[in-house]
């Protein structure tokens, strides 16, 4: 069974660091691209980054370039995403996402097939 478990979440003052961490496990592909999305109150699910996993490449929303660093331990099975100078807009509940065996990198939510329960991001003023 695939699991996907985010930690790290919490309450920062804007200008503030966080680091989540997802632990993938259950399924054995080689080939897979790990996002993380978000999804703020009232507001749909925005993918916020990825990973491809066969070649280590990265992606971003422009909302987040510059801001926001996607990376991967593969011996551990998991990815980080450390968010620097955070805003209160983006405040969400963060959720990692598999896409396995990999079709497309995107950030289309549909194209995901695993999601984690989500861990709450909290940026005050």
């Known amino acids: 069974e695939v699991q996907l478990v985010e930690s790290g979440g919490g309450l920062v003052q804007a200008g503030g660091s966080l680091r989540l961490s997802c632990a993938a496990s259950?399924?054995?592909?080689?080939?897979?691209?790990i996002a993380w999305f978000r999804q703020a109150p009232g507001k749909g699910r925005e993918g916020v980054s990825c990973i491809v996993r066969s070649d280590g490449s990265t992606y971003y929303a422009d909302s987040v370039k510059g801001r926001f660093t996607i990376s991967s331990d593969n011996a551990k099975n998991t990815v980080y995403l450390q968010m620097n100078n955070l805003k209160p807009e983006d405040t969400a509940v963060y959720y990692c996402v598999l896409d396995a065996p990999m079709d497309v990198v995107t950030f289309r939510a549909s194209e995901y097939d695993y999601w984690g329960q989500g861990t709450q991001v909290t940026v005050s003023t």
């Open positions: 259950g399924f054995t592909f080689d080939d897979y691209v």
